[in-house]
Every structure is written in C-alpha cells, then in structure tokens.
C-alpha cells in the first residue's frame, strides 16, 4: 500500500528517484504550516472565548438588576441572550478542543519525523 503512494508521488512530481527524498522535508514544512496556522486560530479561539465570559459577565448584571426591580419582560429578554451567548461560547470551547487534539497529532507526526530523520542521518554516518 505505502509502494503504491510512493509511485504516485513519483508520478506526480516527474523526478524519479529524487521524489523519494523530497516528501519528508516538504511533508515536514507543511506540518510546521499547518501546526502554525492551527496555533493563530487557537490564540483567536481564546480571544472569542473571553469576549464571550465578559459579555455573558455583563448580561448577568443585568439580570440581576432586572430581577431587583421586577422587570420580568427585560429578564426575559437577557436570560434569552446570555442562553444564546453561552451557547455559542460553549461552540468556541469544543472548536478549541478539536483544534488542541489536531495540533498535538501534527506535533507528533512532527518528532516522529525528526525522530526518523535522526536515526537514517546516524546510520549514514556509521
């Protein structure tokens, strides 16, 4: 199975022979990419997230004061967006999961990969 994806990339890059050693340096710099890129939309993930912790903070408040002074159609009303606010924070939260667990398999793949480089370049030099 794993000849067959060879023989494509081969294939597909025109340079037999030299196609076999360029995937782990290419495969290696787009793992970096993509491990950068999952880190940006982790760092606005949390940004959202406390957006959120503050609006839902200060709907809260004013919950509070709506109950205080008998408001019922303005309780309502913000029960009915702090719902809608904590809903969507709650979104953010599994978002962000997922990206964590997809960060830590391309961190992985990442040190396997150096991992491997390491041992071919010591068995090279034996």
Not at 51 to 72: G, S, W
């Amino acid at each position: 199975m794993a000849a067959s994806k060879v023989e494509c990339d081969e294939s597909s890059s025109g340079n037999t022979g030299v196609a076999a050693m360029d995937p782990s340096v290419s495969e290696n710099e787009t793992l970096k990419g993509r491990a950068t890129a999952i880190q940006e939309q982790l760092h606005n993930t949390h940004r959202q997230i406390m957006f959120l912790d503050q609006q839902i903070r200060d709907l809260k408040r004013l919950y509070e004061r709506a109950v205080k002074n008998n408001n019922y159609p303005f309780r309502y009303s913000i029960r009915m967006k702090m719902s809608i606010a904590t809903g969507i924070k709650m979104m953010y939260y599994h978002y962000g999961s997922t990206k964590l667990a997809e960060l830590e398999h391309i961190t992985t793949q990442m040190e396997e990969a150096r991992s491997t480089a390491s041992d071919s370049s010591d068995g090279d030099s034996v």
